[in-house]
């Protein structure tokens, strides 16, 4: 078994095998798209090791969209694909975010657009005489206020006002707003079936009855981008109030103030109606939008894939999505953006990925766009290693464009196509990338942390306009998770929703879905719904671990209630929110495998992820995260006893590393250059290989260097081809007349 796996290794990383480990760009038509054109595009695709491409309108895009032209141009592009092998990917929209189909169902106008919850405050001064009422006023209140709180008010809705007796004061109004008119054409609302439905018939359906037979085959699935039911406001539906009082069980109306100031009405406090407004609303968008594309898909054969906006925060996700993980048990093929030539935050991959592993699928990265014309094949390792370590494993490369024409070329590049310098050696990444990912694709994940997401506890202090207190939770919840992947403690979290849903405890440990786990973090949090409260006491009545996080949550379901708090005192390990506090509790709990030292401490500079690979053999996967200048060495110790090997995804080859045994451990010195990564499998069958582990790792020499050019002194640039030399600024005159001095060049 053991020497099939390392064939199948090797010859996934040579050019048109392993398709579904090779990735898919963004492909954006932009032009007029011309079918030999987008046949040639494809082969190009193919020689530098890609295994398929998502066709994705896009600005510029000269052929009428999802016209009879338009559905030339797929047909040829999958008659291409299935001739290579490939995979024909579609995209649900005319550029994004998903849903509005090019206009066509916005275009309705009326309840087919989007709609958000807003206020307004109207200081009455002494010029004021009348208040005119928006046209889809919800409720208005006469105010005396400071800051967020109010000191006195009284509801006028529907009132005449006599302006000069409430001078000094404040006019505040609760409204609906749509976000576009019909005329704009806009977005749609996503939370109502109805306009979700239309989005489904127009874009879906079309493909299916044109597609249909290739659909599961050479068309994979459908990519979905960017939906959103809110845009830091509230988002709204005409039956959203109906929902609320079914699903919460009061009327909403009388608390509109509470969403926007802390001010508790009717009995109720502000941070109870602001969870339970947005747990609301992250329910219908699940419901009526993304479990709609879901089951559309199951029924035909597709796959679901793409993203949500803004997944990267607390704050952010409920400013546009309300929540992110519920969305990815409905979709067959998660997925997440990260732009930006950057490591930013482990959330965004580590929510998507826990979801993908406890339903066991996939997880797609929209990756590299934005991080400009001369991000390298190094930057693309350095931000691909990453992601993969922490659950990504497919690459949507973001983008490659069909045309450099005009402003074409500025669209968020970099651009991968034969236009790019280093064109010829793109598949040396690409192949990486696809022995990487079938290696990450093997076997099981070894987690036995499960950290309980809080975005119910960021509801309650949610306002959109005041991100302070989202983002301190934010920044704790970053503490727990930094820690744990900086000293080598894999997890997954656990969402509220799916939890409800899906978790049990079996022998000891909380089970959700394929994974068990012996630990639960609770992070930081102020409320949690009373399920997990229930599923937790299970776990703690079969002998579970928890351990719970300062400071201890004050709310069950949004509201004031002690019991989870009391639960946690008896049940859980209490600490502080401080990394040396945590891994010390956690070393007496949970087994650490691996260990990475540098300089005599933890390198969490490394991350890891482990795999249990079946017939005795684990893959530990290890992953610079810095660009260090200088190569460093670093200290592994694995509590597994057995060969290690490195397999690496560079050339293929399978080779024993030489080791020490140190006690129970066995122990390598492995250098890290940067962005330096390792793909380490430990076969329990075989002995240790006993030596110096420096040996085993080569350094550049002329033997093993693809190409090196010498820089002369001086050297001269020389175009190849037209349209290819990007200027920002530049002076300029038109057909003779008077020069333009230097401007930003927008075309």
């Not at 992947?485 to 089970?511: A, N, Q, R, S, T």
């Not at 929110?577 to 650490?592: A, G, H, I, Q, Y």
Request: net charge negative.
């Amino acid at each position: 078994m053991a020497d099939e796996l390392a064939k199948a290794f090797r010859e996934v990383g040579e050019i048109g095998k392993g398709s579904w480990f090779r990735g898919a760009p963004f492909w954006s038509w932009n032009d007029k798209l011309d079918p030999e054109e987008l046949r040639r595009q494809i082969h190009e695709f193919h020689q530098q090791g890609i295994g398929g491409f998502f066709m994705h309108a896009r600005i510029g895009l000269d052929t009428p969209y999802m016209s009879e032209e338009w559905m030339q141009a797929v047909a040829a592009c999958v008659d291409e694909a299935k001739r290579l092998g490939m995979l024909a990917w579609l995209y649900d929209e005319d550029k994004w975010p998903s849903g509005f189909a090019g206009g066509i169902v916005s275009g309705r106008g009326g309840d087919y657009n989007q709609q958000l919850l807003r206020f307004r405050e109207v200081p009455v001064d002494w010029n004021m005489r009348e208040f005119i009422p928006h046209d889809r006023s919800l409720a208005v209140y006469i105010v005396t206020r400071k800051g967020w709180q109010w000191l006195e008010w009284r509801n006028v809705t529907g009132q005449p006002l006599n302006m000069s007796e409430h001078r000094g004061k404040v006019v505040v109004e609760f409204f609906v707003e749509r976000t576009f008119s019909a005329e704009q054409r806009g977005y749609i609302d996503v939370m109502n079936p109805k306009v979700v439905e239309a989005f489904i018939r127009v874009t879906h359906d079309a493909y299916r009855e044109r597609f249909g037979d290739e659909f599961g085959k050479a068309i994979p699935g459908i990519f979905t981008d960017e939906p959103q039911c809110n845009r830091q406001a509230y988002g709204w539906t005409p039956e959203f109030p109906r929902e609320f009082k079914e699903r919460r069980g009061y009327d909403l109306l009388p608390h509109l103030p509470s969403l926007f100031y802390e001010v508790n009405l009717n009995g109720r406090d502000w941070q109870k109606v602001r969870h339970d407004y947005l747990q609301t609303m992250t329910e219908l968008f699940v419901e009526n939008f993304t479990k709609r594309l879901y089951e559309w898909c199951e029924t035909y054969g597709l796959q679901l894939t793409g993203h949500l906006m803004a997944e990267d925060s607390l704050w952010s996700q409920i400013s546009w999505v309300g929540a992110a993980m519920p969305h990815y048990e409905f979709m067959q093929f998660p997925g997440i953006d990260q732009l930006g030539r950057n490591l930013l935050t482990p959330l965004t991959m580590k929510q998507c990925s826990s979801v993908a592993r406890q339903f066991g699928r996939r997880v797609l990265s929209e990756m590299f766009g934005t991080s400009g014309w001369n991000a390298s094949m190094e930057d693309q390792k350095w931000m691909a290693e990453w992601q993969f370590v922490l659950g990504v494993d497919y690459v949507c490369q973001h983008l490659s464009l069909f045309s450099l024409r005009g402003a074409r070329k500025r669209d968020f590049p970099p651009s991968f196509l034969d236009h790019q310098p280093y064109w010829r050696y793109w598949h040396l990444v690409n192949n990486l990338f696809a022995r990487t990912t079938f290696m990450l694709r093997q076997g099981r994940p070894v987690t036995d942390i499960l950290v309980l997401h809080p975005i119910s506890s960021a509801w309650c202090i949610y306002h959109p306009q005041a991100r302070t207190h989202c983002e301190n939770l934010n920044q704790q919840l970053l503490t727990v998770v930094k820690t744990l992947i900086g000293h080598h403690y894999d997890f997954d979290f656990g969402d509220e929703f799916i939890l409800k849903h899906h978790g049990k405890v079996e022998e000891g440990k909380l089970c959700v879905g394929l994974c068990s786990y012996k630990v639960v973090i609770i992070p930081p949090s102020i409320s949690w719904f009373d399920s997990t409260l229930n599923l937790l006491e299970q776990f703690a009545e079969a002998g579970g671990q928890i351990v719970a996080v300062e400071p201890l949550p004050e709310r069950v379901n949004g509201e004031t209630d002690e019991r989870f708090a009391r639960f946690l005192r008896r049940k859980a390990k209490v600490v502080r929110n401080d990394p040396e506090d945590l891994v010390k509790t956690l070393s007496r709990l949970v087994e650490r495998r691996l260990s990475v030292l540098r300089d005599g401490k933890e390198a969490t500079n490394i991350a890891c992820q482990e795999r249990d690979l079946g017939d005795r053999q684990r893959l530990f996967y290890l992953v610079n995260t810095e660009r260090n200048p200088e190569e460093f060495t670093a200290k592994v110790e694995i509590s597994v006893k057995g060969q290690v090997q490195i397999w690496d995804a560079a050339t293929g080859s399978v080779k024993p590393l030489p080791v020490r045994e140190d006690g129970e451990k066995i122990v390598a010195e492995i250098p890290f250059a940067s962005a330096q990564s390792y793909l380490l499998v430990v076969d329990e069958r075989q002995k240790p290989v006993i030596g110096d582990s420096s040996q085993a790792f080569s350094h550049p020499t002329p033997e093993n260097t693809v190409h090196a050019i010498s820089l002369c002194p001086r050297w001269q640039i020389e175009l190849h081809d037209l349209n290819a030399l990007t200027l920002d600024y530049c002076d300029y005159r038109i057909d003779g007349g008077e020069w333009v001095e230097r401007q930003p060049v927008t075309w």
